[in-house]
Protein backbone atom coordinates (compact mmCIF):
# COMPACT_ATOMS: atom_id res chain seq x y z
CA UNK A 1 0.00 0.00 0.00
CA UNK A 2 3.12 2.14 0.38
CA UNK A 3 4.20 1.49 -2.94
CA UNK A 4 0.46 2.54 -4.60
CA UNK A 5 0.70 6.05 -1.96
CA UNK A 6 4.06 6.68 -4.07
CA UNK A 7 2.66 5.77 -7.46
CA UNK A 8 -0.43 7.53 -6.85
CA UNK A 9 1.48 10.94 -6.07
CA UNK A 10 2.96 10.66 -9.48
CA UNK A 11 -0.40 11.89 -10.88
CA UNK A 12 -0.70 15.40 -8.36
CA UNK A 13 -2.04 18.26 -10.67
CA UNK A 14 -2.56 16.21 -13.40
CA UNK A 15 -5.91 14.15 -12.56
CA UNK A 16 -7.97 16.32 -10.41
CA UNK A 17 -10.98 16.68 -10.52
CA UNK A 18 -10.27 13.01 -10.12
CA UNK A 19 -8.43 11.57 -7.08
CA UNK A 20 -5.09 10.78 -7.28
CA UNK A 21 -4.51 6.73 -6.78
CA UNK A 22 -2.05 4.22 -7.36
CA UNK A 23 -2.65 0.49 -7.97
CA UNK A 24 0.12 -3.08 -7.36
CA UNK A 25 -1.00 -6.44 -8.03
CA UNK A 26 1.45 -9.03 -6.07
CA UNK A 27 1.44 -12.74 -6.88
CA UNK A 28 3.49 -15.44 -4.81
CA UNK A 29 5.01 -12.27 -2.56
CA UNK A 30 6.74 -10.52 -5.65
CA UNK A 31 5.46 -7.45 -7.61
CA UNK A 32 3.78 -7.81 -11.13
CA UNK A 33 1.95 -4.86 -12.21
CA UNK A 34 1.47 -1.57 -11.10
CA UNK A 35 0.09 1.11 -12.22
CA UNK A 36 -1.18 5.04 -11.20
CA UNK A 37 -3.96 7.42 -12.52
CA UNK A 38 -2.17 9.48 -15.14
CA UNK A 39 -4.05 12.20 -16.13
CA UNK A 40 -8.06 13.30 -16.08
CA UNK A 41 -10.08 11.33 -18.67
CA UNK A 42 -7.17 8.84 -19.05
CA UNK A 43 -7.25 5.58 -17.66
CA UNK A 44 -7.70 4.54 -14.11
CA UNK A 45 -4.30 3.18 -11.90
CA UNK A 46 -6.47 -0.64 -11.76
CA UNK A 47 -6.29 -0.08 -15.71
CA UNK A 48 -3.05 0.80 -15.93
CA UNK A 49 -1.25 -1.89 -13.50
CA UNK A 50 -3.59 -4.75 -15.12
CA UNK A 51 -2.31 -3.81 -18.49
CA UNK A 52 1.71 -3.64 -17.01
CA UNK A 53 1.25 -7.10 -16.07
CA UNK A 54 3.21 -9.26 -18.39
CA UNK A 55 1.26 -12.81 -17.79
CA UNK A 56 -2.43 -12.17 -17.13
CA UNK A 57 -2.60 -15.97 -16.16
CA UNK A 58 -1.19 -14.88 -13.46
CA UNK A 59 -4.02 -12.62 -12.39
CA UNK A 60 -6.43 -15.31 -11.52
CA UNK A 61 -4.03 -16.01 -8.20
CA UNK A 62 -3.06 -12.52 -7.24
CA UNK A 63 -3.71 -9.80 -4.80
CA UNK A 64 -4.79 -6.21 -6.07
CA UNK A 65 -3.20 -3.65 -4.32
CA UNK A 66 -5.23 -0.05 -4.67
CA UNK A 67 -4.83 3.70 -2.42
CA UNK A 68 -8.72 4.03 -3.21
CA UNK A 69 -12.21 2.16 -3.65
CA UNK A 70 -12.01 0.54 -7.19
CA UNK A 71 -15.45 2.72 -9.19
CA UNK A 72 -18.26 1.43 -9.80
CA UNK A 73 -19.71 3.31 -12.45
CA UNK A 74 -19.21 4.54 -15.84
CA UNK A 75 -17.73 7.83 -16.44
CA UNK A 76 -14.96 8.39 -19.00
CA UNK A 77 -13.81 5.69 -18.19
CA UNK A 78 -15.67 1.76 -17.23
CA UNK A 79 -15.69 1.00 -13.84
CA UNK A 80 -12.80 -0.37 -12.40
CA UNK A 81 -14.32 -2.84 -10.43
CA UNK A 82 -15.68 -4.56 -13.28
CA UNK A 83 -12.34 -5.16 -15.08
CA UNK A 84 -11.26 -6.75 -11.87
CA UNK A 85 -14.06 -9.45 -12.06
CA UNK A 86 -13.62 -9.33 -15.69
CA UNK A 87 -9.80 -10.92 -15.10
CA UNK A 88 -11.21 -12.53 -12.19
CA UNK A 89 -8.23 -11.24 -9.69
CA UNK A 90 -9.31 -12.82 -6.34
CA UNK A 91 -8.38 -10.88 -3.71
CA UNK A 92 -8.24 -6.71 -3.32
CA UNK A 93 -6.71 -4.64 -0.44
CA UNK A 94 -8.26 -1.14 -0.40
CA UNK A 95 -6.23 2.15 1.47
CA UNK A 96 -10.13 3.92 2.07
CA UNK A 97 -13.18 4.23 0.11
CA UNK A 98 -14.30 6.73 -2.37
CA UNK A 99 -16.40 9.50 -0.45
CA UNK A 100 -18.03 10.40 -4.23
CA UNK A 101 -21.69 9.71 -3.96
CA UNK A 102 -21.70 7.45 -7.38
CA UNK A 103 -19.20 5.04 -5.83
CA UNK A 104 -19.23 5.08 -2.06
CA UNK A 105 -19.22 1.83 -0.95
CA UNK A 106 -20.40 0.50 -4.04
CA UNK A 107 -17.16 -0.62 -5.54
CA UNK A 108 -16.51 -2.92 -2.92
CA UNK A 109 -20.15 -4.18 -2.79
CA UNK A 110 -19.61 -5.09 -6.16
CA UNK A 111 -16.50 -6.75 -6.24
CA UNK A 112 -17.58 -9.03 -3.15
CA UNK A 113 -21.04 -10.27 -4.96
CA UNK A 114 -18.86 -11.37 -7.36
CA UNK A 115 -17.31 -13.29 -4.49
CA UNK A 116 -13.83 -11.54 -4.49
CA UNK A 117 -12.10 -11.08 -1.17
CA UNK A 118 -12.01 -7.73 -0.37
CA UNK A 119 -10.05 -6.44 2.72
CA UNK A 120 -10.22 -2.32 3.76
CA UNK A 121 -9.29 0.17 5.78
CA UNK A 122 -5.29 -0.75 5.12
CA UNK A 123 -3.29 2.57 5.92
CA UNK A 124 -6.20 4.04 5.35
CA UNK A 125 -4.97 8.04 7.15
CA UNK A 126 -2.14 7.91 4.78
CA UNK A 127 -4.56 7.35 1.99
CA UNK A 128 -7.00 9.85 2.85
CA UNK A 129 -4.48 12.53 3.76
CA UNK A 130 -2.91 12.29 0.47
CA UNK A 131 -6.54 13.20 -1.15
CA UNK A 132 -7.55 15.39 1.47
CA UNK A 133 -8.62 18.20 -1.14
CA UNK A 134 -10.82 15.42 -3.03
CA UNK A 135 -12.22 13.80 0.42
CA UNK A 136 -13.18 17.42 1.92
CA UNK A 137 -14.69 18.41 -1.49
CA UNK A 138 -17.29 15.60 -1.55
CA UNK A 139 -17.95 15.42 2.33
CA UNK A 140 -18.96 18.97 2.56
CA UNK A 141 -19.78 20.07 -1.06
CA UNK A 142 -17.11 22.46 -1.22
CA UNK A 143 -13.64 23.13 -2.49
CA UNK A 144 -10.74 22.47 -0.31
CA UNK A 145 -9.96 25.92 0.63
CA UNK A 146 -5.71 27.04 0.46
CA UNK A 147 -5.16 30.25 1.80
CA UNK A 148 -1.18 31.62 0.35
CA UNK A 149 0.00 35.29 0.91
CA UNK A 150 3.97 36.33 1.53
CA UNK A 151 4.70 39.14 4.09
CA UNK A 152 7.09 41.29 5.82
CA UNK A 153 9.13 40.01 9.18
CA UNK A 154 7.24 42.92 10.94
CA UNK A 155 3.45 41.82 9.43
CA UNK A 156 2.82 43.96 6.21
CA UNK A 157 1.75 42.22 2.77
CA UNK A 158 2.26 45.36 1.32
CA UNK A 159 3.52 49.05 1.47
CA UNK A 160 0.27 51.51 1.17
CA UNK A 161 0.36 52.48 -2.59
CA UNK A 162 -1.66 53.58 -5.49
CA UNK A 163 -2.66 51.12 -8.27
CA UNK A 164 0.01 52.87 -10.49
CA UNK A 165 3.01 52.03 -8.35
CA UNK A 166 5.09 48.54 -8.27
CA UNK A 167 4.44 46.00 -5.06
CA UNK A 168 6.69 45.17 -2.72
CA UNK A 169 8.11 41.91 -3.30
CA UNK A 170 8.67 39.37 -0.95
CA UNK A 171 9.48 36.42 -2.99
CA UNK A 172 12.70 35.11 -4.49
CA UNK A 173 13.38 32.80 -7.44
CA UNK A 174 12.61 29.79 -5.19
CA UNK A 175 9.58 31.07 -2.90
CA UNK A 176 8.19 31.85 -6.06
CA UNK A 177 8.84 28.45 -8.01
CA UNK A 178 7.28 26.53 -4.75
CA UNK A 179 4.21 29.43 -5.11
CA UNK A 180 3.47 28.34 -8.88
CA UNK A 181 3.73 24.65 -7.97
CA UNK A 182 1.08 25.02 -5.06
CA UNK A 183 -1.02 26.83 -7.98
CA UNK A 184 -0.38 24.01 -10.29
CA UNK A 185 -1.81 21.82 -7.59
CA UNK A 186 -5.07 23.55 -7.30
CA UNK A 187 -8.20 23.45 -9.66
CA UNK A 188 -8.88 27.36 -9.19
CA UNK A 189 -6.85 30.25 -8.05
CA UNK A 190 -9.01 33.31 -6.09
CA UNK A 191 -8.23 37.18 -5.45
CA UNK A 192 -10.56 40.28 -4.95
CA UNK A 193 -10.82 43.30 -6.80
CA UNK A 194 -8.43 44.70 -5.10
CA UNK A 195 -5.36 42.73 -5.84
CA UNK A 196 -6.38 42.74 -9.29
CA UNK A 197 -6.47 46.26 -9.47
CA UNK A 198 -3.68 46.75 -7.41
CA UNK A 199 -1.16 43.72 -8.70
CA UNK A 200 -2.96 43.06 -12.00
CA UNK A 201 -1.89 39.79 -11.78
CA UNK A 202 -2.06 36.76 -14.51
CA UNK A 203 -2.12 34.44 -12.20
CA UNK A 204 0.08 31.84 -14.40
CA UNK A 205 2.05 29.05 -14.17
CA UNK A 206 5.00 30.69 -15.80
CA UNK A 207 7.35 29.57 -13.18
CA UNK A 208 6.24 26.14 -12.64
CA UNK A 209 5.59 25.24 -16.75
CA UNK A 210 4.10 22.11 -17.96
CA UNK A 211 0.84 21.59 -15.34
CA UNK A 212 -2.35 22.61 -16.37
CA UNK A 213 -2.96 25.77 -15.68
CA UNK A 214 -5.91 26.38 -12.73
CA UNK A 215 -8.68 28.42 -12.91
CA UNK A 216 -8.76 31.80 -12.46
CA UNK A 217 -11.47 33.93 -9.60
CA UNK A 218 -11.87 37.42 -9.48
CA UNK A 219 -15.07 38.06 -7.08
CA UNK A 220 -15.70 41.91 -7.41
CA UNK A 221 -18.77 44.50 -6.61
CA UNK A 222 -17.46 46.98 -8.94
CA UNK A 223 -16.07 46.81 -11.87
CA UNK A 224 -15.66 50.23 -13.24
CA UNK A 225 -11.63 50.00 -12.93
CA UNK A 226 -11.19 46.36 -13.79
CA UNK A 227 -12.37 45.50 -16.73
CA UNK A 228 -8.75 46.39 -18.33
CA UNK A 229 -7.43 44.28 -15.89
CA UNK A 230 -5.45 41.01 -17.34
CA UNK A 231 -8.22 38.80 -15.98
CA UNK A 232 -11.31 40.07 -17.52
CA UNK A 233 -8.83 41.35 -20.93
CA UNK A 234 -7.04 38.40 -21.78
CA UNK A 235 -8.51 34.94 -23.39
CA UNK A 236 -7.81 32.53 -20.66
CA UNK A 237 -10.71 30.90 -18.51
CA UNK A 238 -11.96 33.15 -15.72
CA UNK A 239 -15.18 32.99 -13.23
CA UNK A 240 -16.45 36.53 -12.43
CA UNK A 241 -18.77 36.30 -9.39
CA UNK A 242 -20.51 39.86 -9.30
CA UNK A 243 -23.48 41.16 -7.36
CA UNK A 244 -27.06 40.44 -9.09
CA UNK A 245 -27.71 43.98 -9.46
CA UNK A 246 -24.07 44.65 -11.38
CA UNK A 247 -24.16 46.12 -14.82
CA UNK A 248 -21.40 44.24 -16.29
CA UNK A 249 -19.32 45.72 -18.77
CA UNK A 250 -17.83 43.90 -21.97
CA UNK A 251 -15.05 41.39 -21.44
CA UNK A 252 -13.21 38.89 -23.02
CA UNK A 253 -14.86 36.19 -24.13
CA UNK A 254 -13.13 34.23 -21.56
CA UNK A 255 -14.79 34.89 -18.76
CA UNK A 256 -17.78 33.42 -17.51
CA UNK A 257 -20.31 35.92 -15.33
CA UNK A 258 -21.88 34.55 -12.36
CA UNK A 259 -24.16 36.69 -10.43
CA UNK A 260 -24.84 36.29 -6.83
CA UNK A 261 -26.94 37.77 -3.71
CA UNK A 262 -24.67 40.00 -2.36
CA UNK A 263 -27.54 40.62 0.78
CA UNK A 264 -26.41 37.09 2.22
CA UNK A 265 -23.37 35.49 2.85
CA UNK A 266 -21.23 35.69 -0.75
CA UNK A 267 -18.46 32.87 0.37
CA UNK A 268 -21.09 29.65 1.01
CA UNK A 269 -22.32 30.95 -2.73
CA UNK A 270 -19.13 31.47 -4.06
CA UNK A 271 -17.95 27.76 -3.22
CA UNK A 272 -20.74 25.96 -4.14
CA UNK A 273 -20.97 27.40 -7.30
CA UNK A 274 -17.23 26.31 -7.65
CA UNK A 275 -18.52 22.88 -6.62
CA UNK A 276 -20.86 22.02 -9.02
CA UNK A 277 -18.37 23.52 -11.92
CA UNK A 278 -16.00 20.11 -10.36
CA UNK A 279 -13.43 22.59 -8.44
CA UNK A 280 -12.40 20.65 -5.46
CA UNK A 281 -9.74 22.66 -4.33
CA UNK A 282 -9.33 26.60 -4.70
CA UNK A 283 -6.13 28.49 -3.93
CA UNK A 284 -6.79 31.70 -2.44
CA UNK A 285 -3.86 34.36 -3.52
CA UNK A 286 -5.85 37.53 -2.80
CA UNK A 287 -5.44 40.49 -0.81
CA UNK A 288 -5.75 41.79 3.42
CA UNK A 289 -9.60 41.73 2.89
CA UNK A 290 -10.27 38.16 0.81
CA UNK A 291 -7.78 35.95 3.02
CA UNK A 292 -9.48 37.55 6.32
CA UNK A 293 -12.86 36.48 5.20
CA UNK A 294 -12.09 33.48 4.73
CA UNK A 295 -10.55 33.48 7.74
CA UNK A 296 -13.22 34.82 9.78
CA UNK A 297 -15.90 32.41 8.02
CA UNK A 298 -14.26 29.34 9.02
CA UNK A 299 -13.85 28.28 5.29
CA UNK A 300 -10.46 27.59 5.10
CA UNK A 301 -8.48 24.14 5.23
CA UNK A 302 -4.64 24.71 5.21
CA UNK A 303 -2.60 28.29 5.24
CA UNK A 304 1.02 29.20 3.47
CA UNK A 305 2.13 32.00 5.25
CA UNK A 306 5.67 32.75 3.40
CA UNK A 307 8.00 35.97 5.56
CA UNK A 308 10.57 37.65 3.79
CA UNK A 309 13.84 39.02 5.56
CA UNK A 310 12.24 42.34 5.21
CA UNK A 311 10.78 45.13 7.46
CA UNK A 312 8.05 47.96 6.08
CA UNK A 313 7.50 49.53 9.76
CA UNK A 314 3.83 50.61 7.93
CA UNK A 315 1.39 49.10 4.93
CA UNK A 316 -1.34 46.88 4.26
CA UNK A 317 -1.98 44.44 7.45
CA UNK A 318 -1.03 40.96 7.28
CA UNK A 319 -4.36 38.31 7.41
CA UNK A 320 -4.50 36.97 11.03
CA UNK A 321 -4.76 33.57 11.30
CA UNK A 322 -7.10 32.00 14.28
CA UNK A 323 -8.78 28.40 14.59
CA UNK A 324 -5.44 26.32 13.44
CA UNK A 325 -4.95 23.03 15.29
CA UNK A 326 -0.91 22.43 13.32
CA UNK A 327 1.95 24.06 12.09
CA UNK A 328 5.05 23.27 10.13
CA UNK A 329 7.43 25.53 9.20
CA UNK A 330 10.05 25.31 5.87
CA UNK A 331 13.60 27.33 5.66
CA UNK A 332 13.67 28.14 1.61
CA UNK A 333 17.13 30.34 1.78
CA UNK A 334 16.12 33.81 3.89
CA UNK A 335 12.86 32.91 3.91
CA UNK A 336 10.61 30.82 5.70
CA UNK A 337 7.31 28.95 5.07
CA UNK A 338 4.81 28.15 7.33
CA UNK A 339 1.89 25.90 6.67
CA UNK A 340 -0.97 25.84 9.10
CA UNK A 341 -4.01 23.35 9.00
CA UNK A 342 -7.44 24.49 10.33
CA UNK A 343 -9.39 22.15 13.08
Not at 46 to 57: D, K, L, Q, R
Not at 107 to 132: D, F, H, K, W
Not at 229 to 247: E, I, N, Q, Y
Not at 282 to 294: D, H, I, K, M, N
Request: aromatic share 6%; proline share 6%.
Amino acid sequence: MRRCLQLAEAGRGYVSPNPMVGAVIVCDGRIIGEGYHRRYGEAHAEVNAVASVGNETLLSRSTLYVSLEPCSHYGKTPPCSKLIIDKKIPRVVVGCLDPFPEVSGRGVAMLREAGVEVITGVLEAECREQNRAFMTAHATRRPYVVLKWAQSRDGFIDRRRTPDEEPQKFSDELTRQWAHKLRAECDAIMVGAGTAMFDNPSLSLRHWPGRRSPMRVLVAGNLDRLVHTRLLADDRPTLLFVPDTAVVPSVSPGVEVIAIDYTAQVLPQILENLYIKGVTSLLVEGGAYTSQQFIDSGLWNEAHVETAPIELTEGVAAPILRGYTSSKRRKFGEREIATYFHR
